[in-house]
Structure formats: C-alpha cells, structure tokens
C-alpha cells in the first residue's frame, strides 16, 4: 500500500517550519521514513486481514447454522408425513425451501469471502517479502551513504591541507649549519696545533735540561779528570819559572790542546744523542 501523499505533506511542512528542512532531506531520514511507513502499512493490512478472516469465519460459521437448519426441516417434513400430517410436512418443506434459497446465497457469499482471504494472505506474504527485500536495500543504501559522506569529508580534510613552499629557508638553515661545522672542525684543527706546539715546546725544554744536565756531568768530569790535574801543575810551574825553556812552554800548551780535542768530541756525540731523540 502506497504511503498517504498528506501524511508526508505534513511532515514536511512540519520539518520546513522547524528548521528541519535539511534533516528531512537526508537520505538516510528518508529510507528510515520510509521503511517505518512500510511497516505501518503493513500493521494496517494485518489488521484488515484479520478482519476480512472473521467475516469469513463468521460467514461460515452462519453457513453452517442455516445448513443445519435445512436439514433439521426436512427431519421434521418426513416426521410429520409418517404421523400422516401432510400438511404440516408442507409448511416444513416451504421453510426448507426458503432456508435453502438462503443458503444458496450464503455459500456464494461464503465463496468469496474465503477467496478474498486466501488472497489477503497471499498479498500479506508478498508484502513481509517485500519489506525484508526493502529492508535489506535501505541498508545497503545506508552504508553506502555512509561510505560516501566519509570519502567527502576525506577530500574536504585534504583540500584543506597547506603544504608551505619554504625550500629557501631549509637551504638558509643548511648553510648555516655547514658554516657553523665548518667553524667548529677549523677551531678543533687550530686548538689541535696549539697542543701540538706545546708539547713540541715542553719536549724542546726537556731535552734542552737534559743537554744542560749532561754538559754539567762531562763538565764536572772534565774538571775532575787527570789530564786537567796535570796541566794545572804545569801552569804553576810555568809560572814559578818565569819564561824560561821554550820546551817547557810547548809541554803546556799541547797538553790543553788535547783537553779541548776531547770536550768537542765529547760534546758532539751528546748533540747527536740529542738530534735522535
């Protein structure tokens, strides 16, 4: 049964002047309306099934009462023709006649009363078939519905993204900080030669006090060694004597020579030591 075109008049003019217009638009109000219209078309056939049933039930139930009437007649017609009433007979008979000309009427009647309920069950049949065939639809629809309105809100959300073109600034950044590394791998070179002198100086002193160290021990040897006790004693001599013998003057003179011979070798072998280390 097709929905009452007022009904839904109303509703909509009630959406329309309760600021509901776009409500009442949705798609999934409208499948709702409509499968909530469908099962009350359905309630309302039910009920005139039922009652297009209890006339037929009643009909037959009617039936059945004038069937037994017409038979309880002719009882009585053949009763009263064996006690030799005849007359009486006839009067039964007359009302079986009218009682049946009754239910001649009645049975067609009852005929099509029982047609129009098999077909009232047969439409209530096709009708639940139909509202679980629409049912399932409207689901479909429902979550297709769904499906799209999450696709749209999706593209509206990336319409809305901003990608900020900021290319230059990265490239600003990037080159700072390689100057800045830069800076920082030139400081730890320059603080890496810095160490490197230093150490270089303190290895210098070290090996300058050692030089000192070892000059003073061979100076200190020298001084206690018995060529330099012997040419003191010639010194003195020398000048005890005056001028005197020019072989003399030569003994003196060769014997410092010598000394000296031996301090520069001496000392050269100390610098070689020291150019090694």
Known sequence: MASNPFTRFWRYLKALLNGKLDQYEDPEVILNEAVREMKDNQIKNRELAVQAITEKNNLQAVVDKEERTVAELEKKATIALQGGNRDLARQFLKEKALHEQ??????????????????????IRQ?????????????????????????????????????????????????????????????????????????????????????????????????????????????????????????????TSTTPSAAESEVDRQLAELEAKLNQK
Not at 102 to 123: F, H, I, Y
């Open 127 to 251: 009708e639940e078939d139909r509202i679980r065939v629409r049912t399932a639809e409207a689901l479909a629809m429902k979550a297709n519905l769904k499906q799209a309105q999450i696709q749209i809100k999706i593209n509206k959300a990336l319409d809305q993204f901003q990608f900020s073109e900021n290319e230059q600034q990265w490239s600003a950044a990037s080159d700072r900080i390689r100057g800045l590394q830069s800076e920082a791998s030139a400081r730890a070179e320059i603080a890496s030669t810095s160490i490197d002198s230093r150490m270089r100086e303190m290895e210098y002193n070290q090996m300058d006090a050692a030089a000192d160290q070892e000059l003073e021990k061979l100076e200190n040897k020298l001084a206690n060694s018995p060529a330099n006790a012997y040419s003191s004693n010639t010194t003195q001599q020398v000048q005890m004597v005056g001028t005197g013998s020019s072989a003399s003057s030569s003994n």
């Open 102 to 123: 009754t239910l001649e009427n009645m049975r067609g009647n009852l005929a099509a009363a029982v047609d129009s309920a098999e077909k009232v069950k047969v439409a």
